[in-house]
């Protein structure tokens, strides 16, 4: 993904180190996603 | 390279079935190059074809068991360490969450002849819900499916093949080095792919910390959740303000913003 948004000239993308896995274990903050809402089957 | 042959004749079952393993558990040793030399001494009545097709499917169903248990077992790091340690860690997790989200138990056959989803599928439908007897019924006909085209492809193709081997033969030992040298070179290029890709995340990559010490702020960036379908359900939630965005949407949820608008984007 990072690089699509490359190839279509953003130029300050950069990705999360460790993903969201990281950002969990370092005890930030997280937010509900409404999959409902979203229409998103399971 | 007659001793080659005469080894792989007289050892060619074997010698295909730890070929598969090994390439099913990972490591880089391409199987489709034997599968397709097989076929095609089976052809000629100097290995069985019925065999060379049975040990590669239990070798790929054994591969797949392992793997299938580990990820069942530890979940979702066994897909972190497997494409970490992939020669192509680009296009791994990400891609093969999206393929088998999408397609589920089907997708297993056809898994093996899409490069770096066969390792990876079997520990994402163990870190699932798949039940293994289902798994490993759908495994079995994609082994089948792979090797026995791959064998039929050297059956079919066996005077070709004949004529390689006797050119090779002519070489003497000179045909060892160089398919020694093919194999090194085929190596240190993903390898090197592998090392560049690596530093360049490297470079580019935002720590956790640095991302909160942003988010909130003027210049904070623009978050998005680029994690698969699959992801999201196991793990419904997100970092606060993150926009969650599917590849198929990309260009229509960018289209307005400035090429300098810093963005950051994570997945599991």
Not at chain 1, 17 to 40: H, K, Q, S, T
Not at chain 2, 70 to 79: C, I, N, P, T
Not at chain 2, 107 to 115: C, T
Not at chain 2, 124 to 143: E, I, K, M
């Amino acid at each position: 993904m990072a690089r699509l948004l490359l190839d279509r000239g953003f130029q300050a993308v950069r990705p999360l180190a460790g993903g969201f896995d990281a950002w969990v274990e370092a005890g930030f903050d997280v937010e509900e996603i409404d999959l409902v809402a979203r229409r998103e089957p399971a | 390279m007659n001793e080659l042959v005469a080894a792989l004749t007289r050892w060619g079952v074997p010698l295909v079935g730890a070929n598969v393993l090994l390439e099913q558990l990972g490591l880089p040793i391409p199987a489709v190059p034997t599968l397709v030399l097989a076929g095609a001494l089976a052809a000629d009545g100097k290995l069985p074809l019925a065999g060379l097709l049975a040990v590669s499917v239990a070798a790929s169903l054994a591969a797949d068991t392992v793997w299938f248990l580990l990820g069942r077992r530890h979940g979702h790091r066994v897909l972190k360490t497997l494409c970490r340690l992939s020669l192509s860690p680009d296009s791994c997790v990400r891609q093969t969450e999206s393929i088998f989200d999408r397609w589920g138990l089907w997708s297993l056959l056809v898994a093996k002849f899409v490069p770096g989803f066969s390792t990876v599928a079997p520990p994402l439908a163990g870190s699932g819900r798949v039940a293994l007897a289902p798994f490993l019924a759908f495994s079995a006909v994609g082994a089948s499916l792979w090797a026995g085209a791959s064998l039929l492809l050297g059956a079919l193709f066996h005077g070709a093949v004949d004529r390689i081997l006797d050119s090779l033969s002519r070489l003497g030992s000179g045909a060892l080095v160089l398919l020694v040298g093919a194999f090194v070179v085929f190596l240190a290029v993903k390898w090197e792919q592998r090392r560049r890709f690596f530093k360049e995340l490297r470079m580019a990559r935002i720590p956790p910390h640095e991302l909160r010490g942003l988010l909130g702020s003027d210049a904070g960036p623009l978050v998005f959740d680029v994690r698969s379908r699959g992801a999201r359900h196991r793990d419904p939630r997100r970092i606060p303000g993150a926009v969650v965005i599917e590849v198929e949407r990309l260009d229509e949820l960018v289209a307005a913003l400035p090429k300098d608008r810093g963005i950051v984007l994570y997945c599991t």
